[in-house]
Structures are given as structure tokens and as C-alpha cells.
């Protein structure tokens, strides 16, 4: 038996291993000042990054749930793995060659060394075996599925895709010449014991290595290519030391490093996805391996999005359009909320998902259909009414009965109630009161059910908390409702600040465009405040350079409020993700017009039907001109809108 690793390899790995790279594969780690770096906890959930590293000393340390200790204690505590398996895993990565106090190290794999070690060592060797018969004439049958899906030669390299043959034996075969014993081919999931012996557990189907994100493969997802196969369509590895489905993210180790930079990551639902997305442009793109994405799985996107403060990332999950996408999509309604930054949906209405999409459309459109997100909450609600006729004051009604629960789902207090005001606009009820009051009757009655009694008093308690609507007990006898309080956390409020920080930084990319816009078209108050400011100013057209306009907003501003909302703009950066702030301002300004529209388009139609076409056809067929006419410009806004993403 091999004895112990010596101490001065141990020590070499140690200082070799640079520890804010290991523990950056697996969390986004920022600066925290004096040369450390900070993140969130692997080992525990937290909202705010108390994980710190100390690269100069070598050292981490969680001031949560206090874990610490160096390299080698982290590899251990993240991989579950033993001192000396973590030693040899990062002497593998650093080139080092281990040497023992007894002897050992030798040809193949070590026999007495850990088993992990022994199981992604055999994972590496069945990924090349793969590969190589992908490229042989047996594999022309998985070469020809790539090729209708769009994918050349290279791109199968690119994601390792390989080719199992259809043999009984032919990868156990080529482990044991390799060394491996049957017993860590059956453990690793790469064959099953048959009634003579182990025997391949995949067998002509196409290969995806999955990969953990460090890079090593420690499964594979195997796709169906012949038609007497009677397996499943996709057969993945089963649970094993190295495998466990509910942790694992296919691509996460090629898209961790645009994730950490974007805060973005794009969800998609399958291996050709992926591929598909990367290969698109769009490199944030993951999927889950042969399960429902879940609790582990949002662990994970945390820690890599460094998913601590609200709305400055992006999770994107995409569906396919049809009925089962959009119950998949409802579904992770209930996951939104664990995350702390925004989630959004993007479906396509034809419903291609992004490989197919990719095939007939090009690249372009597979970046479109991401950039066409919407929020995950208002997926949810406008899923619920688009399913009633909004003509009538009955679909109305309808609408609002099927779309007020989702709304009353929302744990976020203030969002809910944000979110009430929006489902009045998107039914076109024209009753704020009335809808605000009815989310509010509903989600008292989850709260109840949930908590057996009046709810626990906790979390946050933004300006939207008030009893009876907007807190205002003064106005009690109901003649002018007003808006509820400003909240910032409504994706439709983010959209104003984002372009009033435009019109007070960099006036010039929005043009007299932006001057066309009334304050009015500003659901929170403040901006409106602040959009009235601009106009008396003389609009965006009449700024000058950037010093002497903040001036003379500030000079106009009518108190100390508004002064230090525009103060605050003026420095707040601007959240753009894209080339170039004309077409984030081009994107903004048609977000926020088409949205004055919809609230058009709703009085409009509230009117119709009013007027009856028989009695008064003049002013009904003129109504309903205009009617048309908001509709083909809000159709205008939304490619627009689209177009310059």
C-alpha cells in the first residue's frame, strides 16, 4: 500500500495552487480592498457576501458560518473529498508529480489512491474514447444528427461530443486495458453489471461529457440515435460519487467566467441548446442534466452570479412556446423568488427552442429571442389573462380573477403591490382601487393558510406596506385615487430611472424623442417630478454640455427632493448591457412609450365599449380607428424595442 504524500509536494501543491483561482471555479469573487477579495459562502446561504479570501496569506475565511483554512481545506469541504485526494486533484491540475513515503505512483491509476480521483481519471478516458468514435466510420450516424442541427466538426470538439459504439463491451474493454477495475467502471455509472460481467451503460448514442466547474467530466447525457433503440430519447448518468443530477449545470463550466462578467445566465432546456446558444453569441447559456432545475441549482447560479444585490443581474429561462413551456416557465414562477436578482422569461411563439431556432432563423435570431425577455412575474400574469377575451367587461373580470393570485403569489410585499397596478393597466379595468384591493384580499388569505394566523411580521417593509391601499388616510373619501408609494424593485420603475439617468448624464443619445414623452407616462411620482424638471428646462434637446445641464436641472428643481433625485441620477451608473447607450436609449424610450400606449389602447377599448355602433357609428368607427391605429404603433415600439438589442 502507498504511503503517505510527501510533505514537500504537499507543500508545493499548496503554494502552487493559487487559492483565489481554485475558488474562483466555483464563486464570482470581487474585491473587498487591502488586496482581499470577497464573495458568497459555498458552504452556506446568505443574501450578502461574508466569504473572504486572503490570496497574499493563502488563506479563506467565512465570517457567516465561519469555515476557513487554505486551498487544500477548500478543494476538500467543496468536493467532499479526503486530505490526500485533495492534494492529488490539485497536484493533477498543477503538474506536479506526487511522490510517497512508501513507494506508489506507478503506471495507470492508482488502485489505493481515493476513488474520486480514480473516477474522473476513468471519466477523462471514456470522453476520449467517445470522441474518437465520433470521428471513425460508425460514427457517421451521430455525425449526420449534428449536421442537421448545425453543428460542424468543430463545434462537436468544442463541447467534447462524442459517439458510443454499439458494443456491449467496448468501453469496459477499453478501461480495463486502461487499468481501471470493473468495480470503479460500475461505480462511475460508465457500465452496469449484466449477468456475465459489467456491460456499457450507453451504447449507439450521441455523447455530451458533463462537465463539474473545474472542468473534469464526471457524467455523460447520451442522446437516442437509432430507431430500434426502445431507451429513453436521453439517457444520462445515474447518481454517483462523482454525478448527482440536482448540482449539476451542463455548461456551466464554459459559461461561468461570461456569467461572472455579464451577471447573466440564460437557462435552456437541453445539451443542443446550449451548444446552439454558445455557438450564437450567447456564452451565458446552461442547462440542468436530466432534472427539473431546482434548489441546488440556484445555489449555484448565486454564487456565480455573486447574486447579492437586486436587479444588477439577469437569470433567463427559456421555453418552448407551447403549452408544456409555458407550464415550465409557471413553474419556476415559485424558484424566482429565491433568487435576489431579476428573472425573466423568453419564449418563442412558434415554439422553436434556441437549436431549432438557430437551424431556420441564423444566430441573430437565437441572441433576439433572449433579448426579448420579459420579467418572470409578468410572464406569469400576462400568461393568466391572455387567456380571457379583454373586449368584454365579463373577459375582464375573468382575467383578473385568473391573474390576481399569481400577482397575490409574490412574497415581495411592495412588488405584489407594484405588480396589482400594472394587472389593472394590462386589463384595461381602469379601477386601480378595486384590483389593488383584490390581490390584497387574496394574498391575506395565502398568508393565513400559509402561516395559520396573520403572518409573521418579517422581511422587508417597503413604502407599499400600508394597510389600506397607499397610506395616504387623509384622501379617505376615494374622489381621486392616487398611486401607490415609489418602489424601486418594479422592473417597470428601473426602466424610468434608467432613462432619466440617460436624460441627465448623456441627453444627447435620446433626442427630441425623449421630449415627446409626458410626465404623466412616469408611474412613480418622483420621476414624474423629475421628467417636469427636464421639460422646463427646455427639454433634452436644449442641454449643453454635461456640467452646465446638471446645473440647470438642479437650479430648476422645485425642492430638495427632486434636487437630490437628480443629484442621484446624475452619478448612479447607468445599467446597460448593451454596445453602445444609443440602442439602450433607443430600447428604453420604446419600452416606456409602448407602455403609454397599452395604457391608451385600454381607455380606448373601455370606451368602445361604451358607444354603441348602431346608435352612434360616427364616433364608434372613429374610436375604432384610433383604436387600430395605437395598436400598429405599439407593434412599431415592440420591434423597435426588440431591434436594438
Request: proline letters at 4%; glycine letters at 10%.
Amino acid at each position: 500500500m502507498a504511503g503517505r504524500i510527501r510533505n514537500e509536494d504537499i507543500a508545493l501543491v499548496r503554494e502552487r495552487s493559487s487559492i483565489a483561482d481554485v475558488i474562483g471555479e466555483y464563486l464570482q469573487l470581487r474585491s473587498a480592498g487591502g488586496g482581499n477579495l470577497k464573495g458568497l459562502c459555498p458552504f452556506h446561504d446568505e443574501k450578502s457576501p461574508s466569504f473572504n479570501v486572503t490570496p497574499s496569506r493563502g488563506l479563506y475565511f467565512c465570517f457567516g458560518c465561519e469555515a476557513g483554512g487554505d486551498v487544500i481545506k477548500f478543494v476538500q469541504e467543496i468536493e467532499h473529498l479526503s486530505f490526500s485526494e485533495a492534494v492529488e486533484r490539485l497536484a493533477a491540475q498543477t503538474g506536479i508529480q506526487l511522490r510517497y513515503e512508501e513507494g506508489g505512483g506507478g503506471r495507470g491509476p492508482r488502485q489505493d489512491g481515493g476513488q474520486r480521483a480514480r473516477l474522473l481519471e476513468a471519466h477523462k478516458a471514456a470522453a476520449e474514447f467517445y470522441a474518437e468514435h465520433l470521428a471513425a466510420p460508425e460514427g457517421e450516424i451521430g455525425r449526420r444528427f449534428l449536421s442537421e442541427r448545425g453543428f460542424e466538426t468543430e463545434d462537436a470538439a468544442r463541447f467534447g461530443v462524442g459517439f458510443a459504439p454499439r458494443e456491449w463491451e467496448g468501453l469496459v474493454r477499453h478501461l480495463r486495458g486502461r487499468g481501471f477495475t470493473d468495480r470503479d467502471i460500475v461505480a462511475g455509472g460508465l457500465a452496469k453489471e449484466g449477468r456475465r460481467g459489467p456491460m456499457d451503460r450507453f451504447r449507439g448514442r450521441l455523447m455530451w461529457p458533463i462537465r463539474d466547474l473545474s472542468g473534469d467530466v464526471i457524467g455523460f447525457g447520451a442522446r437516442r440515435l437509432y430507431e430500434d433503440d426502445d431507451g429513453p430519447k436521453y439517457l444520462n448518468t445515474p447518481e454517483s460519487p462523482l454525478f448527482h443530477k440536482s448540482s449539476v449545470l451542463y455548461g456551466a463550466d464554459l459559461a461561468k467566467k461570461e456569467i461572472a462578467r455579464r451577471r447573466q445566465a440564460v437557462v435552456v432546456e437541453g445539451y443542443t441548446d446550449v451548444m446552439a446558444c454558445h455557438l450564437s453569441g450567447v456564452q451565458t447559456a446552461i442547462a440542468t442534466s436530466g432534472t427539473a432545475f431546482g434548489d441546488d441549482h440556484i445555489k449555484i447560479l448565486r454564487r456565480l452570479l455573486m447574486d447579492q444585490d437586486e436587479f444588477r443581474g439577469e437569470v433567463i429561462f427559456t421555453f418552448d412556446g407551447d403549452s408544456a413551456g409555458q407550464k415550465a416557465a409557471l413553474r419556476a414562477f415559485a424558484d424566482e423568488q429565491k433568487f435576489v436578482t431579476q428573472t425573466f422569461v423568453a419564449v418563442q411563439p412558434d415554439g422553436l427552442d434556441p437549436c431549432d431556432l438557430r437551424i431556420r432563423h441564423g444566430d441573430a435570431a437565437v441572441r433576439d429571442l433572449v433579448a426579448s425577455r420579459l420579467p418572470l412575474f409578468e410572464f406569469a400574469v400576462r400568461s393568466a389573462i391572455e387567456r380571457h377575451d379583454l373586449d368584454t367587461v365579463e373577459g375582464r373580470l375573468a382575467a383578473l380573477d385568473a391573474a390576481a393570485p399569481v400577482v397575490a403569489a409574490i412574497k415581495d410585499r411592495s412588488l405584489r403591490q407594484m405588480y396589482a397596478v400594472s394587472l389593472d393597466r394590462w386589463v384595461g379595468l381602469m379601477d386601480e382601487q378595486f384590483v389593488l384591493r383584490r390581490v390584497r384580499e387574496l394574498a391575506n388569505r395565502r398568508h393565513a393558510r400559509a402561516q395559520n394566523g396573520r403572518g409573521n411580521g418579517g422581511g422587508r417593509t417597503g413604502a407599499l406596506q400600508n394597510g389600506g391601499g397607499n397610506g395616504n388616510g387623509g384622501n379617505g373619501n376615494g374622489t381621486v385615487p392616487q398611486r401607490p408609494a415609489y418602489d424601486p424593485n418594479d422592473p417597470e420603475v428601473q426602466r424610468e430611472r434608467e432613462l432619466l439617468k440617460l436624460a441627465v448624464q448623456r441627453p444627447a443619445v435620446l433626442g427630441p424623442v425623449f421630449d415627446e414623452v409626458p410626465a404623466g407616462a412616469f408611474i412613480a411620482p418622483p420621476h414624474a417630478a423629475v421628467r417636469a424638471v427636464i421639460a422646463e428646462a427646455g427639454g433634452v434637446t436644449a442641454a449643453g454640455n454635461a456640467a452646465e445641464w446638471a446645473m440647470t436641472l438642479l437650479e430648476a428643481a422645485p425642492n430638495e427632493q427632486v434636487k437630490d433625485l437628480i443629484t442621484m441620477l446624475g452619478v448612479e451608473p447607468v445599467r446597460s448591457a448593451q454596445e453602445s447607450d444609443d440602442r439602450y436609449a433607443v430600447e428604453l424610450l420604446a419600452r416606456i412609450q409602448e407602455r403609454q400606449l397599452t395604457r391608451m389602447i385600454a381607455d380606448a377599448k373601455s370606451k368602445l365599449q361604451r358607444l354603441n355602433p348602431v346608435e352612434d357609428p360616427e364616433q364608434y368607427n372613429r374610436l375604432f380607428g384610433d383604436l387600430v391605429a395605437l395598436e400598429q404603433q405599439r407593434r412599431v415600439l415592440r420591434e423597435r424595442g426588440l431591434g436594438s438589442q
